[in-house]
């Protein structure tokens, strides 16, 4: 099955179905404590899937000066149609790092969305695109020259280390499948996405028989242990 193909079969799961599927596979994927912000605040019709366009920023202060020469082309130019733009930025920046202009450039560009580790700034505006926008809080600050990004168009974009479930670190590399909903952002390696799409499609029918028993009075060990032993 083509990797076009396997996205469409995902697009009948949420964000929590892959997380099962991935945790059966002993492969980390969820990136906590990223909400959606826009097109509204966790609207339950809204999810994105695709393939991650990594972005890396980094501090810039006395110690860590800016890079020279600075790049001709700018990371959201180069952001692939039908990608997810994932944006890394230090954790004790308060600066926002994504805004409505940039999000524009990626909404024309064809973007499905994009997922902020760190802060995002005018969400009138944001919410306003319609565009879908996912991150870790907001702010009214722009980068202001605070960070640049670390991303480098005549080579590829980085491997982002992150903090996973646990706060285990993981790594999410360009390629990689996001996926997005009101239950949050989910990572799956490029090399397990048909096992997952193949797990989710097994177990969906299960948790539809569990929810089904449960409502008609089973108790939920009965149940848990009829099912999923």
């Given at each position: 099955?083509s990797?076009?193909e ?11 179905d ?16 990223i ?20 972005v890396?920023?980094?501090?810039v ?10 790049s ?21 920046c ?17 973007a ?36 640049v ?6 080579i ?18 360009n ?47 009965e149940?848990?242990?009829?099912y999923?032993?």
């Open positions: 099955m990797t076009a396997l996205l469409a079969e995902l697009d009948s799961f949420t964000a929590c892959v997380a099962d599927a991935l945790q059966k596979l002993s492969v980390l994927g969820f990136i906590p404590d909400s959606m912000y826009s097109p509204q605040w966790l609207d339950p019709t809204v999810k994105i899937i695709g393939p991650a366009f990594t890396k920023m980094v501090k202060d006395s110690e860590n000066p800016p890079p020279t020469p600075k001709s082309v700018h990371f959201v130019d180069q952001v692939p149609s039908g990608s997810v733009l994932f944006i890394t930025a230090p954790s004790d308060t600066n926002a790092v994504v805004g409505g202009l940039l999000a524009t450039r990626a909404q024309v560009l064809g499905s969305g994009i997922v902020v580790n760190g802060r995002i700034r005018d969400l009138d505006e944001l919410q306003e695109m319609g565009f879908p926008v996912f991150a870790k809080g907001q702010s009214c600050v722009g980068t202001g020259g605070r960070v990004s670390a991303f480098n168009p005549a590829s974009s980085p491997r982002i280390l992150v903090q996973g479930d646990m706060g285990i670190p993981m790594w999410v590399t390629g990689d499948i996001l996926v997005a909903d009101l239950n949050g952002v989910v990572r799956i390696p490029q090399d397990q996405l048909e096992a997952v799409v193949d797990l989710c499609k097994r177990c969906q029918p299960i948790e539809a028989q569990c929810q089904r028993d449960i409502q008609n009075g089973h108790g939920f060990r149940t848990l242990a009829k999923r032993p």
